[in-house]
């Protein structure tokens, strides 16, 4: 998870990523910034991101993030 956090601090350092729940919802990311945080995590974990999975559920917190990463390597994506 932390390499996630990395991710998001060089995205935007200004904001807690460890307590929010609110990141898509509140627009804290847009949708430009989620498409390079893909991209990132993508390369970060050797995995593929399918379009389907791009979903506030999965980008709202950090742990819904993580769970996704997990989801994405355990199914060989």
Same mark, same amino acid.
């Given at each position: ?8 601090? =060089? #995205?935007?350092?200004?904001? +807690? ?6 990141? !898509? ?5 847009? $949708? @430009? ?6 991209? =990132? #995590?993508?390369?970060?974990? +050797? ?6 999975? !791009? ?5 709202? $917190? @950090? ?6 990463? =997990? ?7």
């Amino acid at each position: 998870m932390d390499a996630i956090l990395d991710i998001l601090n =060089e #995205l935007n350092p200004d904001v +807690d990523y460890r307590n929010r729940t609110d990141l !898509v919802d509140s627009r804290t990311l847009d $949708s @430009l910034t989620i498409i390079t945080l893909v991209s =990132e #995590l993508e390369d970060a974990f +050797d995995i593929t991101i399918p379009a389907v999975e !791009v979903v506030p559920a999965n980008f709202n $917190s @950090l742990e819904g993030m993580w769970k996704m990463v =997990e989801r994405m390597r355990e199914s060989g994506l």
